[in-house]
């Protein structure tokens, strides 16, 4: 895939009435069933939108994401609909649309973070060095940073917190109080079904899913969709299998990079976040591309 040097940091059509900017998607109305998603070149971390974007970013999370909807559809609906975004804009906002948007059914999305993990990583290292469980899940003792889990994937769901506040993990036991004991249970089997298929899918590509987050919505009737985005590198941890060892943080094709870049500045994970340097953009864009060609061939 051919990238773009300029990137799209923010929308601006103004054939389709704004509803939303978020940290990476600009959401439009096109009537009263359907909305126009776009994705940006925005980059987030640690909860915010970093000021630097990465060129071509929202075209390789919207052809990752088309990809695993198309694949992955025999599981769970998604909120894919068959129009084409340039057929709803103007010739000369063209250019915010193309290879980088989608047309979707308007779903009212859940409360919840759908988070599912194979590995131990992250913000789930933490909790697992603290209590020997993730979200209130007992795991076996001993294990390393980067270990994968024993008894498979655990879903170890999050709060949604507004823009520039913290996720906060919390337990099944919790997400049953927020939306009820059946939802919860079918966003789980369904969550976990879904990563457990990539992540077969992926290592036949030489390629590791620790963790990823999915998003759900429902329609007027309830049924459950899978929304947003899904197993692109910003809400996935992709490691390639041959340099993986447990022990340590292993190289990864998503935003780890940035991650551990930002780790190493006096910054109190407070707006305004570090402007990125060239270095750090080249290494992250080319990251990106890279697991979108092994993982799609694209």
């Known amino acids: 895939m051919t990238l773009p040097k300029k990137a799209l940091f923010e929308s601006s059509l103004t054939s389709l009435n704004f509803l939303h900017r978020g940290k990476v998607r600009d959401i439009y109305a096109v009537d009263e069933d359907k909305l126009l998603i776009i994705q940006t070149d925005r980059l987030s971390a640690f909860d915010l939108i970093l000021p630097t974007p990465i060129p071509g970013k929202g075209k390789v999370l919207t052809a990752m994401s088309n990809f695993w909807f198309k694949k992955l559809g025999h599981i769970i609906p998604n909120h894919l609909t068959d129009i084409q975004p340039e057929s709803l804009v103007s010739s000369n906002e063209l250019d915010q649309v193309s290879g980088r948007a989608f047309v979707v059914k308007r779903l009212k999305p859940l409360p919840i973070e759908a988070i599912v993990r194979g590995y131990v990583v992250g913000s789930g290292w933490k909790d697992y060095k603290k209590t020997n469980a993730i979200c209130g899940i007992a795991l076996p003792v001993g294990l390393q940073e980067a270990s994968k889990l024993p008894d498979g994937a655990i879903f170890t769901p999050?709060?949604?917190?507004?823009?520039?506040?913290?996720?906060?993990?919390?337990?099944?036991?919790?997400?049953?109080?927020?939306?009820?004991?059946?939802?919860?249970?079918?966003?789980?089997?369904?969550?976990?079904?879904?990563?457990?298929?990539?992540?077969?899918?992926?290592?036949?590509?030489?390629?590791?899913?620790?963790?990823?987050?999915?998003?759900?919505?429902?329609?007027?009737?309830?049924?459950?969709?899978?929304?947003?985005?899904?197993?692109?590198?910003?809400?996935?941890?992709?490691?390639?299998?041959?340099?993986?060892?447990?022990?340590?943080?292993?190289?990864?094709?998503?935003?780890?990079?940035?991650?551990?870049?930002?780790?190493?500045?006096?910054?109190?994970?407070?707006?305004?976040?570090?402007?990125?340097?060239?270095?750090?953009?080249?290494?992250?864009?080319?990251?990106?591309?890279?697991?979108?060609?092994?993982?799609?061939?694209?």
Not at 162 to 188: C, P, V, Y
Not at 223 to 242: G, M
Not at 270 to 295: F, G, M, N, R, W
């Open 158 to 298: 999050s709060t949604k917190a507004e823009m520039g506040a913290h996720d906060e993990n919390i337990s099944f036991a919790e997400t049953e109080k927020i939306i009820g004991s059946t939802l919860a249970r079918q966003i789980r089997d369904n969550a976990i079904a879904l990563y457990t298929e990539a992540a077969d899918y992926a290592a036949t590509k030489g390629i590791i899913i620790a963790d990823t987050k999915f998003e759900f919505g429902q329609d007027h009737t309830g049924k459950l969709y899978l929304i947003d985005e899904a197993l692109t590198p910003d809400s996935s941890r992709f490691w390639p299998a041959d340099k993986y060892s447990p022990g340590g943080n292993p190289p990864s094709y998503d935003k780890q990079l940035v991650r551990d870049w930002l780790e190493t500045h006096n910054w109190n994970k407070k707006a305004p976040a570090p402007i990125l340097s060239e270095d750090i953009l080249t290494k992250t864009s080319d990251k990106y591309q890279e697991v979108l060609k092994l993982l799609t061939n694209i």
